[in-house]
């Protein structure tokens, strides 16, 4: 499976941007099953969890919820993170991550190793 993330750029405070994920390569129609996630990486800072779906239920991380939403276009075998009210501290790569829906990556949704399938990363900018 490959991920192509897209979208990135530079925004203001206050505003908005939404990032895409194709995915190709999966067969049969399982993309629509898999987990899949959002994690971004700060200059000088480890890679970090976003957001993640899984089993028709989003989770988020606490710096972000209530802001980005993550959602899914089955048919397009894409996946979006729509970012609301950025702030400078969102400034960072952000990458698409994504996995068959294995017990222990719906677990450990949060966790970079879960993932089987990792985007290029798109970069994120946003000035004060």
């Known amino acids: 499976v490959q991920l192509q993330a897209s979208g990135g750029g530079l925004v203001q405070a206050g505003g908005s941007l939404r990032l895409s994920c194709a995915a190709s390569?999966?067969?049969?129609?399982?993309?629509?099953?898999?987990?899949v996630a959002w994690f971004r990486q700060a200059p000088g800072a480890e890679r970090e969890f976003v957001v993640s779906?899984?089993?028709?239920?989003?989770r988020s991380a606490d710096s972000v919820r209530g802001r980005f939403t993550i959602s899914r276009d089955n048919a397009e075998n894409a996946v979006y993170l729509q970012m609301n009210d950025l702030k400078p501290e969102d400034t960072a790569v952000y990458y698409c991550?994504?996995?068959?829906?294995?017990?222990?990556?719906?677990?450990?949704?949060?966790?970079?190793?879960?993932?089987?399938?990792w985007g290029q990363g798109t970069l994120v900018t946003v000035s004060s």
């Open positions: 779906w899984s089993r028709w239920r989003e």
């Open positions: 390569g999966a067969s049969g129609g399982t993309f629509s099953s898999y987990v």
């Open positions: 991550a994504a996995s068959p829906p294995r017990s222990d990556t719906i677990s450990n949704y949060y966790r970079r190793t879960s993932y089987d399938y």
